[in-house]
């Protein structure tokens, strides 16, 4: 399962909700995010993100979040897939394809194309997409600011309004091309309203089989084929 959404979107929140719950029924599940995830992922996380270095131009940027994600696939989640564990994770592919691919202009296809190589096309089972209108989303950012131990803004969050209205506008269309394997919320809801609605299609899409023993959800290409997940 992946959650995704723009800066602000409250993703982290319900992915650690959903990993709670999961773990409540007895599953096994790794809860992990991106660009991070392992050694090397939170290592490219604060090079890209760090508003502090050199600017990056955008095709670095697209390849430094992919090496994050293969290393991730390759190290953590496809293990964890093979030994029967349940992965969640904040944000993956359809963040670049959202970001590098809409905001930086890369265009969606190529970024689409790198990642397919990076992860070798594991895809999730299912992708919640965290859909906040982009006033919201900077109001939300500005006030998690000046919180208590709050950081500025990373690299991507100071960019201005237009760069996060395109990358919204490719979260959506990215999800409408395949509505079977997403579930957009408005993000706008409450905490608990979210979580609940996120709980019903996940709680579907293990068909019942919460509480007992179940192999590793994630999914690939074929999700129905074993061979898929690798
Ligand atoms: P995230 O950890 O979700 O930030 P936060 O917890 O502060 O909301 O994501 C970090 C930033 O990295 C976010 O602005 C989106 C960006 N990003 C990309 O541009 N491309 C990617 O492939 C990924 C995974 C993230």
Redesign the pocket.
């Known amino acids: 399962m992946a959650f995704e959404g723009g800066?602000?979107s409250g993703?982290?929140t319900q992915a650690r909700l959903l990993a709670d719950r999961l773990r409540a029924e007895g599953q096994d599940v790794l809860l992990t995010?991106?660009?991070?995830g392992t050694e090397v992922g939170e290592r490219l996380?604060s090079l890209?993100?760090d508003p502090a270095h050199a600017p990056i131009d955008a095709v670095t940027?697209a390849l430094i979040?992919a090496a994050?994600?293969s290393a991730h696939v390759r190290q953590l989640i496809d293990p964890a897939l093979r030994s029967g564990r349940t992965v969640v994770t904040?944000?993956?592919v359809d963040?670049?394809v959202a970001?590098?691919g809409a905001?930086r202009a890369l265009g969606p296809d190529t970024v689409a194309g790198l990642n397919e190589w990076a992860t070798d096309g594991l895809h999730p089972d299912l992708t919640v997409l965290l859909d906040v209108d982009t006033t919201t989303a900077a109001a939300r950012r500005a006030a998690r600011a000046q919180s208590p131990g709050g950081t500025g803004p990373?690299r991507?969050?100071s960019e201005p309004e237009a760069f996060h209205r395109s990358i919204r506008a490719a979260f959506t269309e990215r999800a409408a091309a395949h509505p079977e394997r997403y579930l957009v919320l408005d993000a706008g809801q409450a905490v608990p309203e979210l979580a609940s609605a996120v709980w019903g299609r996940v709680a579907h899409l293990f068909g019942g089989q919460l509480g007992g023993q179940l192999g590793g959800r994630f999914g690939g290409p074929d999700d129905a084929g074993g061979e898929a997940r690798r």
Do not use: H, T
């Open positions: 800066d602000g993703k982290s995010r991106e660009p991070g996380r890209v993100l940027e979040f994050s994600r904040d944000r993956y963040s670049s970001y590098q905001g990373d991507m969050e």
